[in-house]
């Protein structure tokens, strides 16, 4: 299930690491809630700036609390500013992390993403349903070592889902698809 986090509710100028430990308190009390497999959108609609040190406050801390604290959840971003886009991703670059961006019914990573973990995120995103690590080896035309070392990175970042799937020959395998 997808759940929204209205951050606009906190107001449109939002400044600070005090500001965002406030804030993210509540985000971390929303996603103690979910279940796994759910995916929070933290829609900035009504948020016209944040500075540098509130995106590495809220969202980078948010997003590698999940792993540990709550993993399984995801986290998406969506309706950022030009200027709030430019801090955050600044802020996840920083931390050596990434996240999704939703723009419409687009999804990319931002942060810091490698061009293999980018090539990878959008395979599975334009496969339109859950995808195997076999299918892409052959959308991606690399060996699927390479295709598993990505995935496992994506999955451990909590930007892509793993599921236990079936095989057309009855074998258990995993699928791959996009959290939101």
Known sequence: ME???????YGPHLWTR?????????????????????????????VQVF???????????????????HPGRFIVVQNLTEYTRENLIKALEGMGIAM???????????????????QTF????HAK???????????????????NERLNKLVSLGLVRREK????AGREQFQYCVTA
């Open 100 to 118: 999704i961006e939703r723009k419409g019914t687009k999804l990319r990573l931002i942060g810091k993403v490698h061009p293999t973990d980018e």
């Open 122 to 125: 959008s395979a599975i995103v």
């Open 129 to 147: 349903e859950p995808v195997t690590a076999a299918e892409l080896k052959d959308r991606l035309e690399v060996n699927l070592n390479a295709v």
């Open 3 to 9: 759940y929204t986090f209205e951050l606009g509710a």
């Open 18 to 46: 005090e500001r965002a430990r406030e804030i993210r308190a509540a985000l971390t009390g929303v996603l103690d809630r979910l279940n796994v497999g759910d995916t929070l959108v933290i829609d900035t609609k009504s």
């Open 165 to 168: 799937g079936t095989s057309a």
């Open 51 to 69: 500075d540098y040190s509130f995106a590495n406050e809220f969202f980078g801390k948010s997003v590698l609390s999940l792993p540990g604290e």
